[in-house]
């Protein structure tokens, strides 16, 4: 059975997926949902009595396919057919004169919204929430869907329980995900055809929880003891384990802040270990129909803390990337990530931690996917990221990737001048390399406080919690959209700083 307390659900014993032989559909097929459209194949299954025969029909306007079914240990599962974008249909399950019916369910993309608080931040709380919420109702094509907070210590085969049912806007939009739901709707804006959001994330949590063992295991992360949402794998095991045999076009995350303080060295390690073991797990669960490297979006991280002297943000950022600055990379590839450090909100009535603007942060969510997902052409979706970073005695000279937006500062680049110590030593000394001028794709540095006896041993950009006001970082593409992520480089002895 499952027991609910202040909206959170705790496994006992049993849950509500338990099959007791009653023909229906596992829990996140409903009313009004939407299913993987073409190329790919959604996946439909339910319940039923051990061995009956379910006839299974897809009927709409213009098609209607029949397939069978036998129920297997308890349930029964088909593929169908690839369906192009549009409806509404009904889906029946049958078997003799018994049937569970579906109606108004759409075709389109699936995409999966999972994270922290800020993934869970509510579109009622975001800025001018009241004409967001008023504009969803022209978007009736866009669905929502909410996992409820739930827990277990084994994988779970359904969901525990649903929080938001397949709804259609604004029908309960006010309590769902701000973030999931303007990506979503930013898609639809382009693509035009349905999209369905399923959301499933955690408050507070840490990565390690919505990990499965094996992610963790190839980290080196361990089973450690306890109760609670952030012991290991327990909402993977119950928020995300259920969802895998649903096909899904892709995912978006926006997770970190509470691993500033919790296996952060292990972030760099964690956070792709999850895209892979999901990307596999989802493509096994679908039977090969979700994509073996289905797009994976998310955000970086944001501010909390003005004037905080603390690197746990910045590091956090940057092991969000690998290690490596930006996103596409050999070792996150088909990713896309939305720079969020320049949209700080000092006023949050819900602390600083949890901006309002969540606006912002869809949209650049959307541009990356729009190019990485959807294959869509000169659709610009990372900021400037160096190419090359030249050291001479008395400046350092950056060329970036793309024409850049220069606004001088004394501060926003700092500089190691000592070859001896390590970039990565909490104790190192880093100094500001004010900006001295710039051209259309460099900029260029003064060392001139490094003392003649000392060289450039490194090079670091917006590395702190809160690097700016809202957007008003330094460095932004040409068309001032699309900042430029932190970054931290070392120095070569061709004298030529490369990126880590």
């Known amino acids: 059975m499952a027991i609910r307390l202040c909206g959170v659900v705790i496994l006992v014993a049993a849950s509500i997926q338990d099959c007791d032989g009653v023909l229906r559909f596992a829990s996140y097929y409903q009313d009004h949902m939407v ?18 025969q379910v006839k299974f029909t897809l009927s709409g306007q213009h098609q209607q396919n029949v397939s069978q079914a036998t129920v297997t240990n308890g349930t029964w599962r088909v593929t169908l057919d690839p369906v192009e974008a549009g409806g509404p249909y009904n889906v029946t399950a049958a078997v003799q004169n018994i049937t569970a019916v579906l109606t108004d369910v759409l075709f389109g993309d699936i995409w999966l919204c999972g994270g922290q608080s800020n993934m869970l931040f509510e579109v009622s709380k975001i800025f001018n929430a009241s004409e967001e919420l008023k504009r969803a109702a022209h978007y009736p094509h866009v669905r929502t869907f909410m996992a409820t907070l739930a827990q277990s210590k084994t994988e779970q085969t359904d969901l525990i329980d649903v929080q938001i049912p397949w709804s259609v806007p604004p029908l309960y939009l006010s309590g769902f995900s701000a973030v999931c739901w303007l990506f979503g709707r930013d898609l639809y804006d382009k693509l035009q055809y349905p999209i369905g959001l399923v959301e499933s994330c955690w408050g507070g949590t840490p990565i390690e929880p919505w990990c499965s063992p094996r992610a963790l295991q190839h980290c080196g992360l361990l089973q450690e003891p306890g109760d609670g949402p952030k012991v290991n794998s327990v909402l993977w095991n119950a928020m995300i384990h259920p969802l895998l045999n649903m096909t899904i076009k892709g995912a978006i995350w926006y997770q970190g802040e509470s691993n500033t303080n919790y296996h952060q060295k292990k972030y760099n390690c964690s956070f792709p270990a999850m895209i892979d073991d999901w990307r596999m797990a989802f493509h096994q669960g679908s039977g090969g129909q979700t994509a073996l490297d289905f797009p994976f979006g998310f955000v970086q991280l944001s501010t909390c803390e003005n004037k905080s002297k603390s ?21 996150m590839q088909k990713t896309f990530m939305a720079v969020a450090m320049d949209l700080p909100d000092k006023k949050s009535p819900y602390g600083s931690i949890h901006p309002r603007d969540k606006q912002d942060v869809a949209f650049r969510l959307s541009l990356g996917a729009r190019a990485v997902a959807y294959g869509e052409q000169d659709v610009a979706f990372c900021g400037p990221f160096p190419s090359q970073i030249l050291s001479t005695p008395k400046y350092l000279k950056i060329t970036y990737d793309q024409k850049v937006s220069v606004t001088p500062s004394e501060n926003i680049f700092e500089i190691c001048c000592s070859e001896s110590e390590s970039p990565w030593d909490p104790k190192a000394h880093w100094v500001p390399a004010p900006i001295m001028q710039w051209g259309l794709t460099t900029v260029q540095l003064s060392t001139s406080v490094c003392s003649p006896t000392e060289q450039v041993a490194a090079l670091r950009y917006a590395w702190r919690n809160w690097p700016c006001d809202f957007k008003a970082c330094p ?25 880590l």
């Open 311 to 331: 690197d746990a943000y910045p590091n956090i950022r940057w092991h969000q990337t690998a290690d490596t600055g930006f996103v596409p990379n050999p070792r």
């Open 35 to 52: 299913l993987q459209k073409s190329p790919e194949r959604a996946v439909v299954w339910g319940y039923g009595s051990e061995g009956a």
């Open 475 to 499: 460095i932004y593409s040409a068309s001032k959209i699309l900042p430029a992520p932190p970054f931290i480089a070392n120095r070569t002895p061709a004298k030529v700083i490369n990126e």
